[in-house]
């Protein structure tokens, strides 16, 4: 079983920089790909970016140039440095790590809200 806790979320200014953190425990393989996808109302969820234990870096078209995933995989925790933030980058931000054969296995984190607004 694996467990993630998030934390970071809130209300900022358009404009404004925020840093989500998430951290992962249990039972976690050393070949792993941690990420965030966000959920808007009324839209599905998407990427935002993912960070694999490889070293391979994904970004969602929408944030790229404006947010930063980094990790640190001796304490399987994941960051999302997300600045220059807009009234789209609105929704409920979820962790999520992918492991197992193939990826197969996948966890979520509870969610945090983002909130871009004046």
């Known amino acids: 079983q694996v467990e993630l806790v998030e934390s970071g979320g809130g209300l900022v200014q358009p404009g404004g920089s925020l840093r989500l953190s998430c951290a992962a425990s249990?039972?976690?393989?050393?070949?792993?790909?941690m990420g965030w996808y966000r959920q808007a109302p009324g839209k599905e969820r998407e990427l935002v970016a993912s960070f694999s234990s490889g070293g391979r870096i994904r970004y969602g078209d929408s944030v790229k140039g404006r947010f930063t995933i980094s990790r640190d995989s001796a304490n399987n925790t994941v960051y999302l440095q997300m600045n220059g933030l807009k009234p789209e980058d609105t929704a409920v931000y979820y962790c999520?790590?992918?492991?197992?054969?193939?990826?197969?296995?996948?966890?979520w984190g509870q969610g945090t809200q983002v909130t871009v607004s004046s």
């Open positions: 249990g039972s976690i393989f050393s070949a792993n790909v």
């Open positions: 999520n790590i992918k492991l197992g054969l193939l990826y197969s296995s996948s966890y």
